[in-house]
C-alpha cells in the first residue's frame, strides 16, 4: 500500500514539474513571437525609408505617377472585389 502511495507522490511530482515546464516554455513562445512582429516592424521601416529615399525630384506629373505606383504596390485587397 504505502509503494503505491509513493508512485502516485512521485508522478504528481513529476506532473508538476512538467507543467511548470511547460509553462516556462509558453512564456519563452510569447517573448519570441513579439520579438518577431518587432523585428517585421523594423524591416517595414526600413523598406519604407528605402523608398521614401529612392523617390526622385522631378515634375509633379512625374512625382503623381511614381506616387501612385508606390501606393499601388502597397496595397492590399480586402474582401471580394
Known sequence: MFSIIRKLWSRAKSFAALSERVERVEIALDQFEAL?????????????QREM?????????????????IMLRNLKTRGDA
Do not use: C, K, P, R
Open 36 to 48: 518577431a512582429d518587432e523585428n517585421a516592424s523594423l524591416w517595414q521601416y526600413i523598406d519604407d
Open 53 to 69: 529615399a529612392s523617390v526622385f525630384v522631378g515634375s509633379q506629373e512625374e512625382f503623381e505617377e511614381e506616387f501612385t505606383d
